[in-house]
């Protein structure tokens, strides 16, 4: 995925005009990939999801699911009438070398899920489905060799809680399997500046929660 081919699907992702375009990520849209070898080895599809009924202006979701997981995840909910903006932040290394973080099937599923998210007719202010990858705090590196492209979500990857509530956001949903510490510092903030916060694993409806602030560890 190179080259003008990979600036038309970051439009399709991220379409001028869209309320929530300035936050996607391009990273995955400008690095090197296999993306058309790992379309043949991964059968992408939508799912069906029950832990939302439709679209709310006032509610954003965040999808933090594993791998490519969370592509199909925002197709199925941009179906429902979300927008799904990529926040992945997560580079790739070359070709045949070991890396900590898998980032080629995500861009596959990018490239895949471009052709069927141009195909959804999505207003302009449709509300958003962050769309990130619960394994980019993968840190374990069994060899100095292998290449250390695990990453972290901060404040600014994201609206700040005033954009939010100005555009008459007032809940955001995780889906996830936990909460993570990332993203927990962020949550923390909207929280503090009136936002709800749900929680999802994807079997059961959203449910409140209050995000406590991460400790610091050393080296932050």
Known sequence: MTGDNAKEIFKIWA????????????VPFVSPSMAKAIKSIHSFKIPNIRYLGGAQQNTAVVIDLPGHGG???????????FRPVPLYNGTTGQPGALALVDNFAIEG???????ELKQMELPADAPPAFLLDSNRTHRYRMDVSVFDNSWDIYAQDMPPAGYFLENGIEKIVVRGERIQ????????????AGIKILFTKGYDAPKEIAVKKPRRTAGQ
């Open 181 to 192: 510490k990332d993203l927990a510092g962020i949550l923390h903030k909207f929280q503090k």
């Open 109 to 115: 599923a990018l490239e895949w899920g471009a052709s």
């Open 71 to 81: 592509v199909e995840e925002g197709l199925a909910l941009a179906r429902l009438g």
């Open 15 to 26: 379409p001028a005009g869209a309320k929530w375009s300035a936050w996607a990520r391009p």
